[in-house]
């Protein structure tokens, strides 16, 4: 069954429990939990604690990739991974995203796709690679990263889907997501409005419905397969002017969702077996 989760990118640069809070607010299943500087990305108890407190099981963890978390966990990206996919062990979450290495991280890059199957092996985890797209630099696009931005050219064995990539580096994502066939496992929901060569610059991270990208005809196609994946919200909210103009948003994201994949609210009645089934003698 297809999960309707919300990153806790959403509301970045607030604390994980406001992204629980709201995530919960707005009717999605779960969280995908973004790794940054905050401590309490990086902890397992405090993130199980908000999960058992909100009833929204963590679906994913994403890797800290960017450039404003290069320093998270050191500076090795292997370590990174690792210490990632032992997070999403401790917590239940069943899948890793993570971005292809930046082109400077030469002897990362030329292990990448090794060290991503070992890791999934060893933590009994998916990691799923995230579609990204090139940069632009003096007129020209720049590779950024290596072995490439498009993992459709990678041998990797799970796939994160992110519509705003798809559109920034001028990917059709419905070609994109019937390519990657079985390997596609992770959905990042949200749209873009142009690619980075037709003058469009920044990661936009629109609602669903607000670009150009076939984000509803996507969604409805997994779901006529049976796809059992998670379907996960990392929108731009940062515009909201009040917390109920973010609701309202966020609202909107989740009801895309299940419209265009046909699911009901899930129920949480059993979400206390799942926390203890992790956490043995919690309660006790």
Known sequence: MIRIGMSTTCVYPLE???AFRIAREAGFDGVEVMVTQEASTQSPDVLLELSERFELPILSIHAPVLLLTHFVWGRDPRVK???TAELAKAVGAGSVVVHPPFRWQASYALEFLPIVR?????????IAVENMFPW???GRNVKAYAPG???RQMDCDAVTLDFSHAALSGTDSMQLATDLGDRLR??????GSGAIGEGQIFDEHLLPGRG???VAEVLRMLADQGWGGSIVAEVNTRKAKTESERLDL?????????????????HASPFRRVIDAIVPGRHA
């Not at 992770?186 to 749209?191: A, I, Q, T």
């Not at 989740?254 to 046909?262: G, K, N, P, V």
Request: include cysteine; charge should be negative; proline fraction near 9%.
């Open 186 to 191: 992770h959905v990042h929901l949200c749209d």
């Open 16 to 18: 994980p429990e406001h």
């Open 149 to 151: 931005w498009d993992p």
């Open 136 to 138: 632009r630099a003096a």
């Open 118 to 126: 070992e890791l999934s092996e060893e933590h009994g985890v998916e």
């Open 212 to 214: 150009r990208e076939p």
């Open 81 to 83: 991974l690792a210490r």
């Open 250 to 266: 966020l609202r909107e994201t989740a009801l895309f969702a299940r419209e265009h994949t046909a699911i009901a609210p899930a």
